[in-house]
Nanobody, 115 residues
């Protein structure tokens, strides 16, 4: 199994920045990709950004150019740098790790952007 612990959420004004962190433990050798998803009230969970063990990245259309995902393999940690935040970025952000027989989720961290 893989355990994920997220941190870094909070309240920020529109135009501000936040950085989320997600630390993985357990069967980390089974992880191929890690990513961030978010869920706003009344909406489905959506992909924000993902990164493979080789460093390939993928972003949701609404965050391209504003968010950056990165990964520190030595620390088994993935980061999400969020700049130019908008009200519509508000939601619970979940870390995900997937790979061989692995699809793990963190507990979620709240990001609130005031307009």
């Amino acid at each position: 199994q893989v355990q994920l612990v997220e941190s870094g959420g909070g309240l920020v004004q529109a135009g501000g920045s936040l950085r989320l962190s997600c630390a993985a433990s357990g069967r980390i050798f089974s992880i191929n990709a890690m990513g961030w998803y978010r869920q706003a009230p009344g909406k489905q969970r959506e992909l924000v950004a993902a990164i493979t063990s080789g460093g390939n990245t993928n972003y949701g259309d609404s965050v391209k150019g504003r968010f950056t995902i990165s990964r520190n393999n030595a620390k088994n940690t993935v980061y999400l740098q969020m700049n130019s935040l908008k009200f519509e970025d508000t939601g619970v952000y979940y870390c995900n790790a997937n790979g061989r027989s692995i699809n793990a989720w963190g507990q979620g961290t709240q990001v609130s952007v005031s307009s």
